[in-house]
């Protein structure tokens, strides 16, 4: 019987996970319902209502990036440019 060693992967890559600009967020919801993930809540800011991403919950898909139209939400490592077309072309 043979024996294959697997190497050991040592490259760490971080993931990519959405924030919210509490102050550029309006508080809509547009970015709520899109979240396949659950990952976007409420929370008090400022004394307004304003969403907030989980870290732990949110995979980075970028969905809430295209749709927030205060453009309060950024993915770290994308534009909200970069992320648009991107949609936009698997629409296509």
């Not at 970015?31 to 409420?42: D, F, N, Q, V």
């Amino acid at each position: 019987m043979a024996v294959t060693e697997i190497p050991k992967i040592t490259d760490n890559v971080e993931a990519l996970v959405a924030e919210i600009d509490p102050d550029k967020c309006s508080g809509c919801g547009v970015c709520l319902p899109l979240c396949s993930y659950s990952a976007i809540g409420w929370f008090e800011y400022k004394g307004k209502k304003r969403a907030h991403i989980d870290p732990a919950l949110c995979k980075g898909c970028g969905v809430c990036v295209a749709a927030c139209p205060s453009r309060a939400i950024n993915l770290e490592g994308f534009t909200t440019e970069e992320i648009e077309s991107q949609i936009e072309n698997l629409t296509f």
